[in-house]
């Protein structure tokens, strides 16, 4: 994305940074504590000389984040390497299972990263999938139309209760106990 276009997007979703208009409790800690979390986790040096590039590595830090604050002991992962080293990195008790999700036949998960690779064939069985307290992120929603078709789709879903829209990322969570609610977040 070139200079122009990322400060124009940037501009323009400018209202939508560090949590202004957030009513709820919960969903402005996620923005608050998590999304703009500036603290310095040990596991980011050596993360960090893992990687050959520094590119994507503050979404891959947000990763580790989402993953401290949920704790979850079930995932499913489908993208790149150093972005599950990232996951795993924030909750070291995680299991992240490897088959496809449409072979997982009773697991619960409480946590799904996707890349939208393959996102449009995954939207059917990613819900039914997700646990009573999960998380499902999304990355590159906007990559093309199909992309951010599918993951207005999926936001309307009745299961997905509150979404956080980064621009690049989604983040959906299935938390029953909280009210239907879509979030932008300039990120």
Not at 12 to 38: C, Q
Not at 147 to 169: A, G, M, N, Q
Request: net charge positive; proline share 3%; charged share 30%.
């Amino acid at each position: 994305m070139n200079f122009l276009k990322r400060a124009y997007i940037w501009l323009k979703r400018m209202p939508y940074r560090r949590g202004y208009g957030i009513h709820s409790p919960w969903a402005f800690n996620i923005v608050r504590g998590v999304i703009y979390e500036k603290g310095n986790y040990l596991a980011y040096q050596s993360l960090h000389e893992q990687r050959n590039t520094s590119r994507g590595e503050r979404k891959d830090k947000l990763m580790l984040r989402l993953a401290n604050e949920l704790q979850p002991k079930r995932g499913f992962y489908e993208g790149n390497d150093i972005t599950l080293e990232y996951l795993k990195a924030g909750c070291k008790t995680c299991e992240y299972l490897s088959s496809p999700l449409t072979g997982i036949t009773n697991e619960s998960l409480d946590i799904l990263y996707a890349d939208t690779s393959d996102f449009e064939n995954m939207a059917p069985y990613i819900v039914e999938k997700l646990s009573a307290r999960a998380l499902l992120i999304v990355r590159n929603i906007r990559k093309d139309d199909a992309c951010l078709k599918t993951w207005r789709e999926l936001i309307s879903h009745p299961r997905i209760r509150v979404t956080f829209d980064l621009y690049e990322i989604g983040l959906a969570y299935t938390e029953e106990r909280l009210n239907k609610q879509d979030y932008i977040i300039n990120f």
